[in-house]
């Protein structure tokens, strides 16, 4: 009788070592599926063990963290003191903790209610650091052998393995992503370098040919508008004189052309200073009020609510805002405002808007504005805007024009600031 008991004995422990090693390689860790996998191992351990409860925590900063339960315990994030508890203990002493009945013997901690037998193993990873528990409870007192221990530190073990690998995971995932976006940051710093070399290269080579070309220009423009001007004088036809007129007009505006041709290809070379933004505008302010365009413009000036200070070339960006202003004033009926401020953009920038009610531009020309003889204007060069943006691009700042029928047209000029 007693060797029969014997033989079922050896047979039951034999048939649940075959279920571990079968349940043990059924887990197939693979990353991003954390949560089944140590769900499947508290299942495994609770089959195994013939327990009520088994659960998978994470135990961190005096807190236990429930990864995963073999039992339903519901939906959201369920985390507990290990002050006074089971867990606590196990956690606090790095070894495997036995309770045949946890209400008699108290002193190792409190467990759930309505449980009294408990077996806690703890998650040691590679590095021997005690990461969380696998805890097992059973709501009747009950032993558990040193087999049964050794299955629930096997699974132990990988559950170990596994949320220490996930950690290492997420910390690759986070480096790579890191790696990448300093990648992407480089390549385009390297782009906006490239893009700038070549722009710099394209002038220069502009700057030389339109030099050429303009003194070619020049030289007979000025002989024949000194031949015309002479004509003019001793001409006495009315129409004789009209068509002189006319011809001595397209000479002049030939000539501003050629000049602009000029300021556009070559180099911006900046004569530095400090200004006060707010009292540069306000002289600014005095000149462009009297210009022809402005007549019969309000320019309403909001200066900024703090004093500001740049490094700018006065005259260069003189000219910066004289164009902006008077493309504004053209741009509105007589009697109509421009409303012209000064505001903080950030820390580092000041941003100086130029803003007119007048009808919008069409999106198909905005982003055309600043290229080189590129005009709206029936008369314009189209050299204007691509000398401001030269301008403002050499100061290191920002031009940018927004324009939609509820605002009209805004053209905002940022500049970097000091201290």
């Not at 008991?5 to 279920?19: A, G, H």
């Not at 703890?122 to 049964?148: K, W, Y």
Request: hydrophobic share 40%; proline share 4%.
């Amino acid at each position: 009788m007693i060797k029969a008991d014997n033989k079922t004995l050896q047979n039951q422990m034999w048939q649940r070592e075959r279920r571990a090693i079968a349940l043990l390689s059924s887990l197939n860790y693979r990353t991003g599926e954390l949560n089944s996998y140590l769900y499947n191992v508290a299942c495994g351990v609770s089959e195994l063990l013939n327990v009520d409860w088994s659960v998978v925590t994470l135990c961190q900063q005096g807190f236990e963290k429930v990864l995963a339960s073999s039992i339903d315990i519901g939906e959201g994030e369920h985390l507990y003191s290990l002050h006074g508890s089971l867990t606590g203990t196990v956690v606090e002493t790095g070894r495997s903790l036995v309770v045949e009945d946890a209400n008699k013997y108290p002193e190792y901690g409190e467990a759930p209610e309505g449980y009294c037998a408990y077996l806690g193993i703890p998650l040691r990873t590679a590095e021997g650091e005690v990461i969380g528990t696998i805890c097992s409870f059973h709501q009747q007192p009950r032993e558990f052998n040193e087999e049964e221990i050794q299955l629930g530190e096997l699974f132990a073990e990988r559950a170990a393995t596994a949320i220490d690998n996930y950690h290492l995971y997420e910390q690759q995932c986070q480096f790579n992503h890191l790696l990448e976006a300093e990648v992407q940051k480089r390549t385009a710093e390297l782009r906006a370098a490239q893009a700038k070399l070549v722009e710099q290269e394209r002038l220069a080579a502009i700057g030389e040919f339109a030099a050429m070309i303009v003194h070619e220009i020049r030289n007979p423009l000025t002989t024949m508008s000194m031949g015309l001007k002479y004509f003019q004088k001793i001409v006495a036809t009315k129409s004789a004189q009209e068509r002189l007129s006319l011809a001595l007009g397209e000479a002049s505006r030939l000539e501003n052309l050629l000049s602009e041709i000029l300021l556009y290809a070559k180099p911006q070379v900046l004569q530095i200073c400090e200004l006060d933004v707010d009292t540069f505008m306000s002289e600014l302010l005095n000149y462009t009020s009297q210009m022809p365009e402005a007549i019969s413009r309000n320019i309403e000036f909001i200066p900024a609510s703090v004093p500001i200070k740049i490094l700018g070339d006065k005259d260069k960006l003189k000219q910066v805002f004289i164009n902006i202003v008077c493309n504004a004033c053209e741009a509105i009926c007589p009697g109509n405002a421009i409303k012209w401020e000064v505001k903080m953009l950030s820390p580092e920038q000041v941003g100086i808007n130029v803003c007119n009610g007048g009808e919008p531009i069409p999106p198909e020309f905005l982003s055309k504005l600043t290229q080189p003889f590129f005009s709206t204007k029936p008369s314009g060069t189209g050299l204007g805007l691509a000398i401001t943006k030269r301008i403002i691009n050499a100061h290191g700042g920002e031009l940018s024009i927004q324009s939609d029928t509820a605002t009209g047209t805004t053209v905002t000029v940022q500049l970097p600031v000091i201290y």
